[in-house]
């Protein structure tokens, strides 16, 4: 297959996801993707795609299982596990609280009263360490943290991402709209913005990459550049460092905008973490 026949195919693939995502969200703004929605994977080689197909050759999937020894591990002063509370990481039902992990990823960012802004999954494992467990947050790229968002992510495989973050009457529509001003605002030397990568030159090349829409649909990520799994935070960082723009901090509010309005962007395309990556 050439490439035009490639993108063509993921067009047909992408127009029945877009489809089936508008069914759900009647009221959203149009994609600015239009109706092809596809994700890295697509136009990943295909020595990386079979990593990934295959969790037994995922080189993320090792620090996952250490973080599910994490998960059913009584720690800090409550001396308590996630499971306590959660059940099993594959509960359905979501243990005692019936808070099971299935989905937690496609839903993420959500709104958070308590600081009136979006957290995501990084914040919300460690908001539960603090508030329940009574232990020390994880730090934001540490192997645990990691672990923890891989195995959590791992949940929603094959669910696909869901946002009403665009409805104006939604507590994230503040943080959308932020997140939306970034991804079009020009920084760095180079003077650009996400956009001039991943909307308009998406599907070309660019040194030794194709450039895809950016989406967020396959974090944490394993990235062979990293050797090691990494943060959609981790992958901003670089993208803005790229452009020779300052990158902001872990979980910074910027991030989490920008996070939140990602996931509105890539509302429909299916979960697929911990993805693997060049
Ligand atoms: C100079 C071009 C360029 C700019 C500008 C840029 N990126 Fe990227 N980005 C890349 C390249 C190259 C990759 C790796 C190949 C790919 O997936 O596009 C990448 C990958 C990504 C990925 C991972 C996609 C996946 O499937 O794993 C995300 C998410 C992303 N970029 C988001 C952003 C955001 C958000 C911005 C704006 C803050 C941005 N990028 C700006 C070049 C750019
Ligand atoms: C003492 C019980 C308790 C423990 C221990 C606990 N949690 Fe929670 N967790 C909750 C409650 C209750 C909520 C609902 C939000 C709230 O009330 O703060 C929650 C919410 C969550 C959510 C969001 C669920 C959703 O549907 O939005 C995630 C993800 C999560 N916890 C992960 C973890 C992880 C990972 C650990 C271990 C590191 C953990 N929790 C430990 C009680 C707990």
């Known amino acids: 297959m050439n490439f035009k026949t490639i993108i063509t195919t993921i067009a047909v693939l992408g127009t029945g996801i877009t489809l089936a995502a508008c069914q759900m969200d009647a009221y959203q703004a149009p994609n600015p993707n239009g109706s092809e929605l596809w994700s890295g994977y697509k136009t990943a080689t295909a020595e990386t795609r079979a990593m990934q ?5 995922n080189p993320g999937m090792p620090m996952v299982d250490s973080a599910a020894a994490l998960y059913n591990k009584k720690d800090g002063e409550a001396n308590m596990s996630c ?27 959500v709104y958070d009263a308590d600081t009136k802004k979006p957290i995501n999954v990084e914040l919300r494992i460690n908001k539960c360490r603090t508030k329940y467990q009574k232990a020390k947050e994880y730090k934001y790229e540490s192997d645990a943290m990691l672990g923890m968002t891989g195995l959590i992510a791992l949940q929603s495989r094959g669910i696909p991402m869901m946002s009403t973050a665009d409805n104006p009457s939604d507590e994230l529509n503040a943080a959308w709209k932020a997140g939306e001003a970034f991804y079009y605002e020009r920084r760095g030397q180079l003077n650009m913005s996400c956009k001039h990568c991943h909307e308009d030159h998406q599907g070309e090349l ?57 996931a509105w962007r890539g509302r429909g395309l299916p979960m697929e973490g911990p993805s693997v990556r060049k």
């Open 83 to 109: 499971a306590d509370c959660h059940g099993a990481v594959d509960d359905p039902k979501g243990g005692s609280k019936g808070l099971p992990m299935k989905g937690v990823s496609a839903r993420y960012p």
């Open 53 to 57: 197909d295959d969790d037994f050759a």
């Open 206 to 262: 660019i040194r030794a990459e194709v450039l895809s829409q950016g989406q967020s649909n396959g974090f944490p990520t394993y990235r062979l550049k990293w050797s090691k799994l990494g943060s959609l935070h981790r992958r901003f960082r670089g993208c803005n460092g790229n452009i020779r723009a300052e990158p902001y901090g872990y979980g910074s509010d910027e991030y989490l905008n920008l996070e939140t309005y990602l």
